[in-house]
T-cell receptor, first 111, second 114 residues
Framework: KQEVTQIPAALSVPEGENLVLNCSFT??????LQWFRQDPGKGLTSLLL?????REQTSGRLNASLDKSSGRSTLYIAASQPGDSATYLC??????????FGAGTRLFVKA | DADVTQTPRNRITKTGKRIMLECSQT?????MYWYRQDPGLGLRLIYY???????NKGEISDGYSVSRQAQAKFSLSLESAIPNQTALYFC?????????????FGEGSRLTVL
């Protein structure tokens, strides 16, 4: 059974710092991995989608990597800003078209 | 306008009442999903539909039913609401591009059952 873990559960950093969020999964047989951002009480906004054949994806200050063999993905945020404060979730699509979500990392960027 | 629209956004109801949450999308996707989110439990799949003739149970379907009225519309019903169904409910869509369709979510419907 696929399990998705995100560590740390919460993170507080000063503005301007580069940071890395981690996502690990137990079964390497995945179709894709997607990173989302969720603001309190709001919906999930898709940030990056990495297909199983890809190693990384970039969008602006965000870079996501995927290492299927080790069951890990990282989301790198460069030059963090207070507006980046949110919960970040990773989700893994497995066989049978099921998507398993991690519990998220709550990020707080201090001005 | 949002690509995936959920109504109502907030609802407070009483135990035993019937509730319907509606979802409509303009993305033209065939696949639609209903999830619930609870603090500490993450998102869990309730039901999903790959086209208008296809309905499938997710991991927590007990106490819920769905209807796919059209390609663009997917509704979730609670026939007799109970307090532990208090949660944030999300509708999502994806396309059928290969195996790796991206998920797109609505803004959520917050349901409180008293």
């Amino acid at each position: 059974k696929q399990e998705v873990t995100q560590i740390p559960a919460a993170l507080s950093v000063p503005e301007g710092e580069n940071l890395v969020l981690n996502c690990s999964f137990t079964d390497s047989a995945i179709y894709n991995l997607q990173w989302f951002r969720q603001d309190p009480g709001k919906g999930l906004t898709s940030l990056l989608l990495i297909q199983s054949s890809q190693r990384e994806q970039t969008s602006g200050r965000l870079n996501a990597s995927l290492d299927k063999s080790s069951g890990r993905s990282t989301l790198y945020i460069a030059a963090s800003q207070p507006g980046d404060s949110a919960t970040y979730l990773c989700a893994v699509k497995t066989g049978g078209f099921k998507t398993i979500f991690g519990a998220g990392t709550r990020l707080f960027v201090k001005a | 306008d949002a690509d995936v629209t959920q109504t109502p956004r907030n609802r407070i109801t009483k135990t035993g009442k019937r509730i319907m949450l509606e979802c409509s999308q303009t993305k033209g996707h065939d696949r639609m999903y209903w999830y619930r989110q609870d603090p500490g439990l993450g998102l869990r799949l309730i039901y999903y539909s790959f086209d208008v003739k296809d309905i499938n149970k997710g991991e927590i379907s007990d106490g819920y039913s769905v209807s796919r009225q059209a390609q663009a519309k997917f509704s979730l019903s609670l026939e007799s609401a109970i307090p532990n169904q208090t949660a944030l409910y999300f509708c999502a869509t994806s396309d059928i591009t290969g195996m790796g369709g991206e998920l797109f979510f609505g803004e959520g419907s917050r349901l409180t059952v008293l």
